[in-house]
C-alpha cells in the first residue's frame, strides 16, 4: 500500500469516526430536547389536573339551595312589638316565623320528631337575616311575605347531589326530609340560586352563612398598608443603593443581605414580626395593621431588587445628558432616572403584593388565624385574610365547607392571575426600547 492510499485510508477513518461522533451529538441533542418537551407538557398536564379538580370542587359553592316559604311576621311568634327598642328586638324569635311557616306548608308533619326533622330544611342563621329586615322595614310586622330562605348545609348537599349523576349523598337527611324535598321539588319551591352570601358575608361555623368578604376585606386593608410602606421604602432604598451609595465593604454587606433576605422562608418574618411588633411595641393581634408590617419586611426584597434593576438598565447616555445640560445628581434621578424606570418598579411592586396576598405562614405567627365574623371596616379591625381563611375552611370538618374551601381557592387564583397579568401588561405597556 502506497504513501497516498494510506493518508486516503486514515482520512476516511477519521471521517467515520466524526461522522459517528456527530451522529451521537444529534441524538444526545434530540433526547435533551425530548427529555425538555416532556418536562413542560408534565408541569401544563400537572397544572390542569390541579385547576379541574379544583373548579370541579369549587364550582357548586357559587350556587346556594333556597326554599320558598309564606312567611307571616306574627308579632306573638316574635314577640317583638317595638322595634325602636334594640333590647327587646334582639330577644325575639325570629326563628319561630320560619318554624311556623314550614308546620303550615307540611301540616301532615305533625308528631315531634318529624317536626324537629322539619325544622332542618332551613338555615338557622336565616332568623338573624329576618331580624334585620324587620329592623329595617318594621311596617312588615303583622303582615305576610314569601321569600327564598336558604337551605341547611346537609340539604344543600343532597340537593345538588340529586341534580349529579351518581350516587345520591345522604348524609344527615332523613327519610322525612327527603319527602318534604321531593315535595317542594315537585311544586318548584326548592331551586338552585346564585349564593349571595358567599360574595356578601363574613366567616360563620354554618357553611351555607360563610363568606369570603370578611377575608377579602382584610386582604385589602393589609395589602394596602404593606404598599404603603414597601413601594416607598423599597424605591428609596435602591435609588440609595444604585446612585448615591459608596462603594465599600459596608454597601457589599447590606447588598448581601438584601439578596439573602430575598430567600429567607416566610415563616421567620412572622417570627420577627411576632418577636418586635406584638411582644416588643404591643401592636394588637389579628388585624391588617400588623399583618402589613410583616408582609411589609417580607416584600421588601423583592421590591428593591426589581427597583435597582430597573435603575440599572436606564442607560448612562440619559443620566450624562442630564449633567450636562446642568441638572444636580438629585435632579438626575427625580426628572430623569426614576421616571424611565418606574414601569419595571411597578412591575416589581405588583409581583411583590401578589407574593404578599398569597402568604399565611406569616399572618398565622401574629394571630391572624382568628375566627372573625364580622366584617373588617378598617385597617384597625380584626380581620382575617383569603390564604388564612382557605387554611381554616380546609380544617372544618362539615363537607358543605369543602365546597367553600376550593371555591375560596378559585377566587385567590383569580386575583394572582390578575395581578400577575397586570404586572406583564403594564411592562409591556410602558416600557422604552433602547
Given amino acids: 500500500m502506497t504513501e497516498d492510499q494510506r493518508l486516503t485510508e486514515d482520512q476516511r477513518q477519521k471521517a467515520e469516526r466524526v461522522a ?33 379538580d379544583i ?30 327598642d334594640p333590647g327587646a328586638v334582639a330577644l325575639g324569635d325570629y ?45 312588615l310586622l303583622g303582615r305576610s311575605e314569601v321569600r327564598w330562605l336558604v337551605a341547611d348545609d346537609d340539604i344543600d348537599t343532597y340537593f345538588k347531589s340529586l341534580r349529579k349523576r351518581g350516587d345520591t349523598f345522604i348524609g344527615r337527611v332523613s327519610g322525612t326530609l327527603q319527602t318534604a324535598i321531593a315535595h ?27 363568606g369570603i368578604w370578611g377575608a377579602v376585606a382584610g386582604s385589602f386593608f393589609t395589602l394596602l398598608i404593606t404598599l404603603a410602606l414597601s413601594f416607598p421604602l423599597g424605591v428609596g432604598a435602591a435609588v440609595y443603593l444604585e446612585e448615591f451609595a459608596p462603594k465599600n465593604r459596608w454597601t457589599d454587606l447590606i447588598e448581601v443581605n438584601i439578596n439573602n433576605l430575598a430567600a429567607v422562608p416566610s415563616i421567620i418574618f412572622g417570627l420577627l414580626g411576632l418577636a418586635i411588633f406584638i411582644n416588643f411595641f404591643e ?15 417580607m416584600t421588601l426584597p423583592t421590591i428593591i431588587i426589581s427597583s435597582r434593576a430597573a435603575i440599572k438598565a436606564v442607560p448612562p447616555s440619559i443620566r450624562e445628558a442630564a449633567i450636562g445640560i446642568g441638572a444636580s445628581p438629585m435632579q438626575v434621578v427625580l426628572h430623569h432616572v426614576l421616571p424611565l424606570a418606574m414601569p419595571g418598579m411597578l412591575t416589581g411592586a405588583i409581583i ?13 405567627m401574629i394571630g391572624m388565624v382568628a375566627f372573625i365574623v364580622d366584617i373588617p371596616s378598617g385597617p384597625t379591625s380584626p380581620a382575617t385574610v383569603l390564604p388564612v381563611q382557605i387554611f381554616l375552611w380546609a380544617d372544618s370538618p362539615e363537607r358543605a365547607f369543602v365546597e367553600k374551601t376550593s371555591a375560596a381557592i378559585m377566587v385567590l387564583l383569580a386575583f394572582l392571575i390578575f395581578m400577575n397579568t397586570a404586572a406583564v401588561w403594564l411592562r409591556k ?3 422604552r426600547r433602547w
Fill in 184 to 210: 317542594l321539588q315537585e311544586h318548584g319551591d326548592i331551586e338552585l340560586q346564585l349564593n349571595i352570601n358567599f360574595f356578601t358575608k363574613g366567616d360563620s361555623r354554618e357553611p351555607e352563612q360563610a
Fill in 352 to 364: 411583590g403584593m401578589a407574593q404578599a396576598l398569597g402568604e399565611t405562614a406569616p399572618l398565622l
Fill in 95 to 139: 326563628n319561630g316565623v320560619i318554624r311556623a311557616a314550614l308546620q303550615q306548608r307540611f301540616p301532615e308533619l305533625s308528631t315531634r320528631n318529624d317536626r324537629r326533622e322539619l325544622n332542618r330544611l332551613i338555615s338557622s342563621g336565616e332568623g338573624f337575616d329576618l331580624r334585620d329586615r324587620l329592623v329595617a322595614h318594621p311596617e
Fill in 283 to 297: 401592636v394588637p393581634r389579628s388585624i391588617p395593621v400588623i399583618g402589613g408590617l410583616v408582609l411589609t419586611l
Fill in 429 to 431: 405597556r410602558l416600557e
Fill in 20 to 52: 459517528r461522533g456527530l451522529k451521537r451529538r444529534y441524538r444526545a441533542e434530540k433526547r435533551f430536547r425530548l427529555y425538555g418537551l416532556m418536562a413542560v407538557s408534565f408541569g401544563i398536564l400537572s397544572v390542569v389536573v390541579l385547576f379541574t
Fill in 55 to 84: 373548579i370541579s370542587k369549587g364550582s357548586g359553592a357559587f350556587r346556594q339551595t333556597y326554599i320558598q316559604l309564606e312567611l307571616h311576621y306574627d308579632p306573638e311568634v316574635i314577640g317583638v312589638t317595638d322595634f325602636g
